[in-house]
């Protein structure tokens, strides 16, 4: 019983930090789609999307009649404050290009090459507030290319290729 109680008080505290992080990213906002904006085409060149602070829009491409737009917000001073080694939150979100819809369901990955023979992945993209994403590593300068695969709610594989010269 001394065990259980022991056991379960070691588990409660290495879960907390999880649940800050949890908060951490709805208080700092990684991009929801409240904060970038509509996906459908406006005039402005960024297909309606507004962008709040420090985020960095990668580009868009359409493959297969779903286009994928990518962006990265810096993330290293809020992921520092709590001991995590993440800089950057990679999104993307997908577009249905016939019906102007967001595809907000399926599986999406991200395999990251870069400076100095520098591989990361696959990592999983989780779906997040009409995008998906995860929280990345990008550990010194230079140039970084990212390669989304995907298997959407339609089965059909696509992938796409983004490139981003972090400075």
Known sequence: MKRFFTLTAI????????????????KDDHGSMDSMGSMK????GHGGMSMKGDMIMLGEKTEDGVKAMVHLKDVKDAMAK???SET???MVMFMDTE???????GLAAVKIEGPDD?????IKLMGMQGH???DITLPEKGKYEFKV???????QKRQYEFEYDYK
Do not use: N, Q, R, W
Request: glycine share 14%.
């Open 88 to 90: 950057h939150h990679f």
């Open 82 to 84: 709590m001991g995590m």
């Open 11 to 26: 588990l409660s505290i290495l879960v907390l930090p999880l649940g800050a992080l949890a908060m951490s990213h709805e």
């Open 41 to 44: 085409d406006d005039s402005s």
């Open 149 to 155: 695969g995907t298997k959407l709610s339609d089965g």
């Open 132 to 134: 998906f994403g995860a």
């Open 118 to 122: 520098y591989t990361a992945g696959p």
């Open 99 to 105: 019906s102007g819809e967001p595809v907000e369901s």
